[in-house]
């Protein structure tokens, strides 16, 4: 069984610019989590989307946003990128209970 | 708030050397608490999910425990490629599905 990916690996940017990241969840889970791990703090909650609507957000601002597709695919959104958005992006899916992650999207602002 | 406390921060042992590696926890009510396992530059592989107080799940080397505030993950005669990361974290019912992660503890076993 296929488990949770995400694209691009990698991603450079530089302040001020959008970077869009996505992810395709385990075959039959409809929630979708995404979460930050920058360096030093761990990971972070950021947004779950279950059924196509978001359900939770954390302690971020209006410009992380996301949505989620049809096919429970879901795509993570930063706007006016800053340096400290610089980390790990891991989105996990689950259908109850137990949340998989995927490998993560490094992004790196410049 | 929410908080999970992970201890100690990074731990080396010898291949064989058994440890036990502590989460503490305060949640307004525990929905579950998580064990994961992460390799430099990955994402966190699942280990274990335990429910409620008195708990105990066992995975080859490892076996996590529950209590009313705090978990252990045990590992007995841990080997080199035991050697990661591992993540605990807490979901609060009040906070939907979202899991709250300590910080890690960081291990290391040499031959």
């Known amino acids: 069984e296929a488990g949770v990916t995400q694209s691009p690996t990698h991603l450079i940017k530089t302040r001020g610019q959008q970077a869009t990241l996505r992810c395709s969840p385990i075959s039959g889970h409809t929630s979708v989590y995404w979460y930050q791990q920058a360096l030093g703090l761990g990971l972070q909650f950021l947004l779950w989307y279950d059924e196509g609507e978001e359900r939770n957000r954390g302690n971020f601002p209006p410009r992380f946003s996301g949505r989620q597709f049809p096919n429970y695919s879901s795509e993570l959104n930063v706007n006016a990128l800053e340096l400290e958005d610089s980390a790990l992006y891991l989105c996990?899916?689950?259908?109850?209970?137990?949340?998989?992650f995927g490998p993560g999207t490094r992004l790196t602002v410049l | 708030e929410d908080q999970v406390t992970q201890s100690p921060e990074a731990l080396r042992l010898q291949e064989g050397e058994s440890s036990s590696l502590n989460c503490s926890y305060t949640?307004?009510?525990?929905?579950?608490l998580f064990w994961y396992r992460q390799d430099p530059g990955k994402g966190p592989e699942f280990l274990f999910t335990?429910?409620?107080a008195g708990e105990e799940k066992e995975k080859e080397r490892l076996k996590a425990t529950l209590t009313k505030k705090e978990s252990f993950l045990h590992i007995t005669a841990p080997k080199p490629e035991d050697s990661a990361t591992y993540l605990c974290?807490?979901?609060?019912?009040?906070?939907?599905?979202?899991?709250?992660f300590g910080k890690g503890t960081s291990l290391l076993v040499t031959p």
């Open positions: 949640v307004s009510g525990l929905r579950g």
């Open positions: 974290a807490v979901q609060a019912w009040d906070s939907g599905y979202a899991l709250n």
């Open positions: 996990a899916s689950s259908f109850a209970g137990e949340q998989f």
């Open positions: 335990l429910y409620s």
